[in-house]
């Protein structure tokens, strides 16, 4: 259950995002400021990156673009691996609350408790996801969610405009 000051957090965290996305002369700008900003302010989001899909790359491959949060193996992932591959393949945001209950989990740290990817989409097709793992359990309420994705739109709205 979110609490009050939750709800604050979010509303200002979603204010920054909007002046990053006006800021941002590219989309690599808003993706590197964006995965920065929720790193710093939000206390729970303690790795947050981007994994965009490969262009051209048969079979589909996702490869680690911006990040904030500690360095990871997996820098090149498959659309059958992973919770990063489930999200991108089903084009859903996908959340899981104990990752050690998910036999589709990658391990990235030994401290992330659970997760969330959100998928970004261009022209309607899948184009990468933004992935959040927090040291705590069930880290992601639905109002987590719904910042998530709008940042993951904004982006997608951005790379559109290429
Ligand atoms: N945990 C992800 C892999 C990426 S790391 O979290 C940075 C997954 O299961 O796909």
Known sequence: MATKSDTGKIDEV???VDRLNSEARTADQLMKG???LLNQQMLKYNWVGFYMLEPGANPPMLALGSYQGAM?????I????????A???SGKTVVVDDV???PRYLACSIETKSEIVV???VHGKVAGELDIDSHFLAAFTDEDR???EYCAELVGKRLERK
């Open 119 to 121: 998928p970004i989409f």
């Open 78 to 85: 498959s659309l059958n691996q992973g919770i990063c591959g």
């Open 72 to 76: 990871t193996v997996h820098t090149r």
């Open 14 to 16: 979603r204010n920054t």
């Open 34 to 36: 964006i995965a920065l």
């Open 146 to 148: 719904e910042l998530v």
């Open 100 to 102: 050690k209950k998910d």
């Open 87 to 89: 999200a991108a393949a």
